[in-house]
């Protein structure tokens, strides 16, 4: 069985400009959540979602907003890039987002 | 508020030299308490769960422990290839995951 698939896989970015990431979860997984994960750092939660619906969001701006469709995959946007945003992006997923996490490869996002 | 502490930061072992990683932890409500295995630059590999005060869990070199406090895992006789971070994670009433910032461990031939 495929396990969770991010794309890109590398990004380079200017400050002021806009980013999408993308997250499939793996196969009958209906949560989503995002994580920023900067170097020598554990994951910090950005967003859950659950059935094409926001559950949590965590302590980041509101240049950072995600989505989940139909088909439980969902997409990252950051808006206003600033060079603190560069960080590895991660997508999980869940059966119900309460118990264990499956994570993707992640995104490396750079903003020169 | 929820957090997650690990200790120590770093960790270096001679093959065959056991030891532990700790994790301590402070959540409204705890739902579970999970093990993950990170290599440089890739996501997150899952390890274990850990729900209440006296699970255990094994796999292969390694066996992940709870008390209602923190959470232990053990490494037996670790070999070079269970070099990586380790990070714990920790979910609450509140559903979100509170990671930790992981230990480095380095396994030495």
């Known amino acids: 069985d495929a396990g969770v698939t991010q794309s890109p896989t590398h990004l380079i970015k200017t400050r002021g400009q806009h980013v999408t990431l993308r997250c499939s979860p793996i196969?009958?997984?209906?949560?989503v959540s995002w994580y920023q994960q900067v170097l020598g750092q554990g994951p910090q939660f950005i967003f859950q979602?659950?059935?094409?619906?926001?559950?949590g969001r965590g302590n980041f701006p509101d240049r950072f907003s995600a989505r989940q469709f139909p088909n439980y995959s969902s997409e990252l946007n950051v808006n206003a890039l600033l060079l603190g945003d560069s960080a590895l992006y991660l997508c999980?997923?869940?059966?119900?987002?309460?118990?264990?996490?499956?994570f993707g490869p992640g995104t490396r996002l750079t903003v020169l | 508020e929820d957090q997650v502490t690990q200790s120590p930061e770093a960790l270096r072992l001679q093959e065959g030299e056991s030891s532990s990683l700790n994790c301590s932890y402070t959540?409204?409500?705890?739902?579970?308490l999970f093990w993950y295995r990170q290599d440089p630059g890739k996501g997150p590999e899952f390890l274990f769960t850990?729900?209440?005060a006296g699970e255990e869990k094994e796999k292969e070199r390694l066996k992940a422990t709870l008390t209602k406090k923190e959470s232990f895992l053990h490494i037996t006789a670790p070999k070079p290839e269970d070099s990586a971070t380790y990070l714990c994670?920790?979910?609450?009433?509140?559903?979100?995951?509170?990671f930790g910032t992981g230990t480095s461990l380095t396994v030495i031939p």
């Open positions: 850990l729900y209440s």
């Open positions: 979602y659950y059935e094409k619906e926001e559950r």
């Open positions: 196969s009958g997984h209906k949560s």
């Open positions: 999980a997923s869940s059966w119900t987002g309460y118990n264990e996490q499956f």
């Open positions: 994670a920790v979910v609450g009433t509140g559903n979100q995951f509170y």
């Open positions: 959540v409204s409500g705890l739902r579970g």
